[in-house]
């Protein structure tokens, strides 16, 4: 029998395969957080203030006992910087809304950025002020955006996908140089107490990109290797996120050999992998997993219906662990972020943690 | 001179080999020997795509070809479309493609697009971040058979319920099917907010709007 264990605890005795009292949990719930604060905060502001945003992320680590947390703020925090029109509204989630690729000569305006300034300062900062404010007390995977995704966000995807076709030198080029900003980053990030990178790797996704596609483009010594050895080097442990449907897990858990691994499932696509499809496929054998309660379950479900989708979790990936001889190597999380809109109930968060207690005890 | 087989050969293998100018060039021949464009369109443009489609769907080629070949069709039709005399048109189903309001991301939606087209619709596209005022205006007045609605973002779902509430207001919903997408919906919000159909997946949900079976 395991002894009662800290949140904090159970994050880093997963990682280390170590047994745990129940599994660890985290329901991605990032923008969502503000809700917490004292003060009325809205998307926007965490959107451009780094304290509203790292209390908010603090505020909801501690009151609901995360495991993990991993800062995911928005996918428009480079793409910014790199010149791209960014909308903030007051209850939305930032986006890009203008891009700056029209031509293939754009591409040469990808230059590494100087990251003490502009919204990557605003994300080093608000990092920062989480892994300081959690240390020890949860486990914090700061969320960087990788240099592809980076580059889609601030090109336009199509219009990057059609270039990578028809046109991949300008790419490629453009690539080396969001793959310095990224490098960039990481070593700031290295200077915080924040124990983990968590790269967003979105694009290693099927119905996107095929393996060559994605060897060419992100998963080769130039780009995601070579962050991947930077973030060793740092210190720092090494996450990925990707929520895409179909991910390429045999690159991207096999081969970039992450310590944490977060996706999502889709259950109407029969390609997209579900607890028992990954347990049985042997990625939990290299690293934690994260995942894979439905994000829509928080904004449309009932707390009776979280319970019963987190047991039901619970239940499944306990027997697969037991199956494959892991004590503990998956996180009950949530796919992707929590909707941070204002209508989301937060009862559904608390349901989630509750469920974790209820359902996933190892010793029973 | 170029028989009318070969120039949809030529329609059809420019999109197979993703040549955005091979198409305008083969459409503009096809107009010269006397094609009908809706066969130019049907017989070579689409008949290409819709084994891109197929390519995709087994996982052969993937998004980035997709969205040449895609740009190759569209190129075609941007000439041929303009010379079908409308009252050929009269009898082709009608569709609205967008994003709605609050949103952006259109990759979703412009692969519907495509295989909608594909598909022998007539299709509107009305972009991204449309409004749902917008939405149900373009549906009435143009008669529309069809709506397909898409969106990346959580907050912005409920724009979907707003268009179909406007729909039902203006009295509009019965004359119309309308299918919704993109990564936050399910069947369940579908069924919640009066869509007809959702899918994950542009060449079922053009099957299943052609078939009414998924």
């Known amino acids: 029998m395991v002894k009662t264990m800290t949140p904090y605890e159970?994050?880093?005795?997963?990682?280390?395969?170590?047994?745990?009292?129940e599994l660890p949990a985290y329901p991605l719930a990032c923008a969502i957080g503000r809700r917490l604060l004292p003060q009325k905060t809205t998307l926007r502001e965490m959107s451009v203030n780094a304290k509203a945003c790292a209390d908010s992320f603090i505020a909801a680590a501690n009151k609901y006992k995360f495991s993990y947390t991993v800062t995911l703020i928005d996918l428009a925090v480079q793409a910014h910087d790199y010149g791209a029109e960014v909308r903030m509204d007051e209850e939305n989630t930032a986006f890009v809304t203008g891009h700056v690729v029209h031509s293939p000569e754009d591409y040469e305006k990808f230059q590494p950025l100087d990251v003490t300034k502009g919204r990557i300062a605003y994300?080093?900062?608000?990092?920062?002020?989480?892994?300081?404010?959690?240390?020890?007390?949860?486990?914090?995977?700061?969320?960087?955006?990788?240099?592809?995704?980076?580059l889609s966000q601030s090109a336009g995807a199509e219009r990057l996908?059609?270039?990578?076709?028809?046109?991949?030198?300008?790419?490629?080029?453009?690539?080396?140089?969001t793959t310095e900003t990224c490098s960039r980053i990481a070593k700031e990030i290295a200077k915080t107490d924040a124990p983990a990178l968590l790269w967003n790797f979105l694009w290693g996704n099927y119905s996107v990109l095929g393996d060559n596609e994605y060897k060419q483009f992100e998963a080769n010594d130039k780009y995601a290797y070579k962050l991947i050895k930077e973030t060793h080097d740092l210190g720092l442990g090494f996450a990925i996120h990707n929520?895409?449907?179909?991910?390429?897990?045999?690159?991207?858990?096999?081969?970039?050999?992450?310590?944490?691994?977060?996706l999502a499932y889709y259950p109407l696509n029969p390609s997209s992998p579900s607890a028992t499809k990954v347990l049985d496929g042997g990625y939990a054998d290299h690293c934690v997993i994260a995942g894979q309660i439905d994000p829509q379950l928080f904004a449309r479900g009932t707390p009776a219906k979280m319970d019963?989708?987190?047991?039901?979790?619970?239940?499944?990936v306990k027997t697969g662990l037991c199956k494959h001889n892991l004590n503990s190597k998956w996180c009950i999380a949530s796919g992707c972020e929590v909707p941070p809109e204002l209508k989301t109930p937060m009862e559904n968060i608390q349901a989630f943690m509750d469920g974790v207690d209820n359902h996933g005890k190892m010793s029973s | 001179m170029t028989t009318k087989e070969e120039?949809?050969?030529?329609?059809?293998?420019?999109?197979?080999?993703?040549?955005?100018?091979?198409?305008?060039?083969?459409?503009?021949?096809?107009?010269?020997?006397?094609?009908?464009?809706i066969d130019a369109i049907n017989e070579g443009l689409v008949k290409g795509m819709s084994i891109i489609g197929d390519r995709y769907a087994a996982h052969q080629i993937y998004l980035p070809q997709v969205l040449t070949a895609a740009s190759a069709m569209y190129g075609g039709l941007d000439v041929l479309l303009p010379k079908i005399p409308k009252e050929e048109l009269s009898d082709a189903k009608t569709a609205v493609t967008c994003v709605v309001e609050g949103d952006v991301h259109d990759i979703g939606k412009n692969i519907v697009k495509t295989m909608l087209t594909a598909g022998g619709f007539v299709v509107n596209?009305?972009?991204?971040?449309v409004a749902p005022e917008e939405i149900a205006k373009t549906m009435e007045q143009k008669k529309i058979n069809v709506l397909c609605m898409s969106t990346l973002m959580t907050p912005t779902m409920d724009n979907m319920k707003k268009t179909i509430d406007i729909l039902k207001e203006d009295g509009y919903r019965g004359n119309c099917?309308?299918?919704?997408?993109?990564?936050?919906?399910?069947?369940?919000?579908?069924?919640?907010?009066?869509?007809?159909?959702?899918?994950?997946?542009?060449?079922?949900?053009v099957g299943w709007l052609k078939t009414g079976k998924d």
Do not use: W
């Not at chain 1, 996908?161 to 140089?177: C, G, I």
């Not at chain 2, 596209?125 to 971040?129: A, I, R, S």
């Open chain 1, 243 to 262: 929520c895409a449907d179909m991910p390429h897990l045999d690159t991207q858990i096999k081969q970039y050999k992450p310590d944490l691994y977060s």
């Open chain 1, 308 to 316: 019963a989708a987190v047991g039901s979790l619970c239940q499944e």
């Open chain 1, 10 to 21: 159970r994050a880093t005795a997963a990682l280390a395969n170590e047994p745990v009292d």
């Open chain 2, 125 to 129: 596209d009305l972009g991204k971040d």
């Open chain 1, 161 to 177: 996908f059609m270039d990578m076709f028809s046109d991949p030198e300008p790419v490629l080029k453009a690539l080396t140089n």
């Open chain 2, 177 to 205: 099917t309308v299918t919704i997408g993109g990564p936050p919906t399910s069947p369940a919000f579908a069924k919640e907010i009066g869509a007809d159909h959702r899918d994950s997946n542009a060449q079922n949900a």
């Open chain 2, 7 to 37: 120039v949809l050969e030529k329609l059809s293998n420019s999109v197979l080999n993703y040549k955005r100018n091979d198409a305008i060039a083969a459409a503009n021949e096809s107009l010269t020997i006397g094609v009908n464009p």
């Open chain 1, 123 to 150: 994300l080093i900062e608000a990092n920062r002020q989480i892994a300081a404010g959690l240390k020890n007390k949860a486990f914090v995977a700061c969320h960087v955006e990788g240099p592809l995704l980076a």
